[in-house]
């Protein structure tokens, strides 16, 4: 299986936003979110994924060279001041494509190019998720992840935190 990981340029912005769709159509059993008026779901961040910021990188999962998912980091911390940590503030993996080790490739392949301080915010809702992300980190720092738990009036969401 030959996972890579292709930095998204601004020619495959709307291919980011296409896929976005089934992310967000997805997650929204999760985060309860409801479609414009248009029929589509907003994504906010977008534009900011191809602007002068460097540390927000948006990478498209491909597998065989046919994109089957995406990964969108970002320097924004939720637990710490710390501007080297880089966060995964999306990931995604299209269904059909699912429980295969896709996930798990790429998420190696992610922190093997990009060392550092890492972290990723799981709505608890999400157990599919927070499993994966579990098994992983698990696997990945043998056991030296940090996780704390976070709740306000709207979400209630696990930080997961790990050096590689
Ligand atoms: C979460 C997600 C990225 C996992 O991708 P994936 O390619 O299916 O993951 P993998 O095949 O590498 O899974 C590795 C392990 O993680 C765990 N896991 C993954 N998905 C799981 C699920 N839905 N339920 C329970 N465990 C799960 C399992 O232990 C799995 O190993 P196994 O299949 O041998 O049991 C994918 O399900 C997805 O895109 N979900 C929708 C978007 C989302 O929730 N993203 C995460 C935001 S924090």
Do not use: C, H
């Not at 970002?74 to 966060?87: A, C, F, G, L, T």
């Not at 992300?133 to 935190?161: I, M, P």
């Amino acid at each position: 299986m030959e996972i890579e990981l292709q930095k998204i340029s601004l020619d495959n912005k709307d291919a980011l936003n296409n896929l976005m769709q089934f992310y967000l159509y997805d997650y929204s059993d999760t985060d309860k979110r409801d479609i414009n008026t248009w029929g589509r779901f907003e994504y906010e961040y977008l534009d900011s994924y191809f602007s002068e910021d460097e540390s927000r990188v948006p990478f498209f999962i491909k597998l065989n060279d046919i994109i089957v998912g995406f990964i969108l980091i970002n320097n924004y911390s939720i637990i710490s001041e710390d501007k080297n940590v880089k966060s995964i503030a999306e990931f995604f993996v299209m269904k059909k494509y699912r429980r295969i080790g896709i996930g798990s490739a790429a998420l190696k392949k992610l922190v093997s190019t990009l060392p550092g301080k890492w972290e990723i915010k799981v709505n608890k809702n999400n157990e599919g998720a927070l499993s994966f992300w579990r098994k992983n980190l698990l696997e990945l720092t043998k056991g030296k992840y940090l996780e704390k738990y976070l709740e306000d009036e709207k979400a209630q969401v696990y930080v997961e935190s790990f050096e590689i």
